[in-house]
């Protein structure tokens, strides 16, 4: 609480002037309490995001998940005490306890923002350019449910995406992706704010990045308003309301800033980036904004009255929304049912019966078979919504007869990513960010690399986001090393909150999508193959349902206890069948496991994973044309892995398949040497 003395000293000052440099003072004890930080963003674009926040963002802190609020995305994740500041200013569930806490154990104010820790945190951000393509898929998402369910007078989707990035974040190749992508699509209703201090934490951004932003963004479709004083508020106000206005263009509004304003030694210069201001620096920046040197996270009333206003404005609009949601209810009941589940996450009743099935024998790539189910989900969950990066015919991905989401339409089901990995995985995540729809996106199994930082910060936020990685190993053939993944299943397994799954063949992969669909708190990767697969007749095979728990027994030995177990996932699965065939002939019985998800294998209870995987039985051999790295949990010290551990090359699968040991033969003979030694 602010003291008589300290509310003496503000006497006189403009409510919104005084709101300004209590973000930034916020910021400064935020980041000198922790003693780490980036004080310098926070006092450069306090203006903007004040301007911003108090004058044109729709939000009700005692709502914070409201479905038409607009939404507000850091870029610029760094410059998280701004946010924070915003978030306890508004009213949010975030006390000045909280702020004193910053980035200390357990508390909600992490050094960079989390999404489902923080109320009002709209996505994470810190890997800089990630919150702009983050943005461009909220914005997607905003536009689409419009298109989808408002009606003439009822406009129950209506809201903008604002944020702010920086200079490192026009840096990375990410925004360059996701900018373009934006400007072709034509999304008007997303507003960006450009904190140009020109400076990164090496010095001066003319050490390495000297382009003409305006000039680039202008290229990609954008409307850019210029802003050369950043502490000019009713330029700021202007600009944003002319940005609201471009409904054909999203917008970049550049503001010429100082980071670190207010420090006497440090504005302007790297030293006020990524360090505290030091006690004595802070002292003197503080009173030089009018504050009292000796405060420590000083909130005078007059701020608190001002957004105390903002917060009642915002509940009021929510109020009027939920009016007008009613209304449509009673319109539209279909349309408001399927909203609800939209926003819920619930399946639509009996999209089950809609799974396709495949007859045994049939020889299908799960690729394909992955397609089939896509198109038949589509017609039952009209809000699944998705695509690949350029590789639509490749991946099976793309939902026939119902449109491309474009410009000039925005009911299309079919996003159009371009050759853009990245930014795909970006988008995607903005789409789980914004809620109501069911993501997916696809490209070549290798190109995960292209997208994994995305990939990551779907696991770390815990975001239902589908991936369908087709080309899934060496049998893609003659397209060569750089086409054909290997270490990429381990390192999606080492990723933490990522369900992997690779079936092995078409029926596997309609439980596979069954599994992705149902699972909300975190990404699954649909891992499948690019050639055929022949589907398994299951007469006296487990069934494919046992995917569901991760790993099952696919086929017993004919006694009661087996003497070797082969464990394989996807297409190595059928070596593994054939190999238990040879060993038959041999008087050698093996069980066949398959192992198509770890992550869903390790979420059973130890009764099951013993009865699939006893631990009396030490001769295992695990089939997978993959790196081997971590195969040694399922395998054992005594255990052989037939893997992968160099790069591939281009030849025929068949060919590649014999030279690199991926055969029955190979198999057998590795089974019949643990169980003979």
Not at 602 to 623: D, G
Not at 637 to 643: A, K, N, T, W
Request: glycine fraction near 12%; hydrophobic fraction near 40%.
């Amino acid at each position: 609480m602010a003291s008589r003395r300290d509310e003496s000293l503000f006497e006189g000052r403009d409510p919104g002037a005084l709101a300004i440099d209590t973000l930034r003072t916020l910021a400064i004890d935020g980041v000198e309490r922790a003693k780490s930080g980036h004080p310098g963003m926070p006092l450069g674009a306090a203006p903007m995001a004040h301007v911003l926040w108090s004058r044109h963002m729709r939000f009700d802190p005692t709502d914070p998940k409201w479905p038409d609020r607009d939404r507000f995305v850091l870029s610029a994740g760094h410059g998280s005490m701004l946010l924070y500041g915003l978030l306890h200013l508004a009213g949010f569930d975030l006390d000045i306890e909280e702020l004193e806490a910053f980035r200390q154990w357990g508390s909600r104010t992490p050094g960079h923002p989390e999404y489902g820790l923080t109320p009002g945190v709209e996505a994470t951000t810190g890997p800089l350019g990630a919150g702009l393509s983050n943005s461009v898929g909220m914005a997607i998402a905003e536009a689409f449910l419009a298109a989808t369910f408002n009606r003439p007078g009822f406009r129950v989707v209506d809201h903008y995406t604002f944020g702010i990035l920086g200079d490192g974040c026009l840096m990375e190749g990410i925004s360059a992706e996701s900018a373009s992508l934006a400007g072709h699509l034509g999304l008007g209703k997303l507003i960006y704010l450009y904190d140009d201090n020109r400076i990164t934490i090496e010095g001066s951004t003319d050490l390495a990045f000297t382009e003409d932003s305006t000039l680039r963004f202008q290229a990609h479709g954008w409307q850019v308003l210029e802003i050369e004083d950043g502490n000019d508020v009713e330029a700021l106000d202007e600009a944003i309301s002319v940005a609201r206005a471009e409904t054909a263009k999203p917008s970049l509004i550049k503001v010429r800033t100082t980071i670190g304003y207010g420090s006497p030694n440090k504005a302007g210069t790297a030293g006020s980036h990524g360090a505290p201001l030091g006690e004595e620096e802070a002292r003197m920046t503080k009173e030089a904004l009018g504050w009292p040197g000796d405060s420590s996270f000083l909130v005078p009333e007059r701020v608190r009255r001002l957004y105390g206003e903002v917060a009642a404005k915002g509940a009021a609009a929510r109020a009027e929304w939920v009016e007008l949601f009613g209304r449509y209810e009673e319109a539209h009941p279909d349309l408001a049912r399927q909203w609800r589940e939209a926003l819920s996450g619930s399946l639509p009743d009996g999209w089950q019966d809609r799974l396709a099935s495949f007859a045994a024998g049939e020889k299908v790539a799960t690729r394909a078979a992955s397609g089939r189910i896509l198109k038949a989900l589509a017609s039952v969950i009209p809000t699944l919504v998705g695509g690949s990066a350029d590789l639509a015919p490749s991946t099976n991905t793309y939902l026939s007869d119902l449109g491309d989401f474009q410009a000039t339409a925005r009911d299309g089901r079919n996003l159009r990513f371009g050759v853009r990995e990245h930014a795909m995985g970006g988008i995607l995540n903005g789409l789980a960010y914004h809620g109501g729809l069911y993501p997916f996106g696809g490209t070549f199994f290798a190109f995960l690399d292209y997208m994994r930082p995305a990939v990551r910060l779907a696991a770390l936020s815990h975001l239902p986001v589908i991936y369908v990685f087709t080309h899934d190993s060496i049998a893609l053939g003659e397209d060569g090393p750089t086409h054909q993944p290997i270490e990429h299943l381990a390192s999606l397994r080492a990723m933490p909150g990522v369900t992997v799954i690779r079936p092995c063949d078409a029926n596997e992969t309609v439980i596979a999508w069954q599994a992705a669909l149902e699972r909300r708190d975190g990404p699954t990767a649909l891992v499948l193959t690019r050639q055929g697969l022949p589907v398994l007749d299951r007469r006296g095979l487990g069934p494919a349902e046992g995917l569901l728990r991760g790993g099952y027994i696919l086929r017993e030995a004919p006694v009661d206890c087996p003497q070797a177990i082969i464990i394989a996932t996807g297409s190595e699965v059928h070596l593994a069948l054939e190999a238990s065939e040879l060993l038959s002939k041999q008087c050698l019985e093996a069980r066949v496991v398959a192992l198509p998800s770890w992550e869903l294998f390790e979420a059973q209870e130890p009764a099951y994973r013993e009865a699939v995987l006893p631990k009396a039985v030490r001769a295992r051999v695990a089939v997978e044309a993959g790196s081997s790295l971590g195969w040694e949990r399922y395998v054992g010290e005594e255990g052989v892995v037939i893997g992968l551990d160099r790069f591939g090359a281009s030849a025929p699968a068949g060919v590649l398949a014999e030279e690199l040991g991926f055969t029955p033969e190979n198999v057998a003979a590795s089974v019949t040497g643990l169980v003979k030694a």
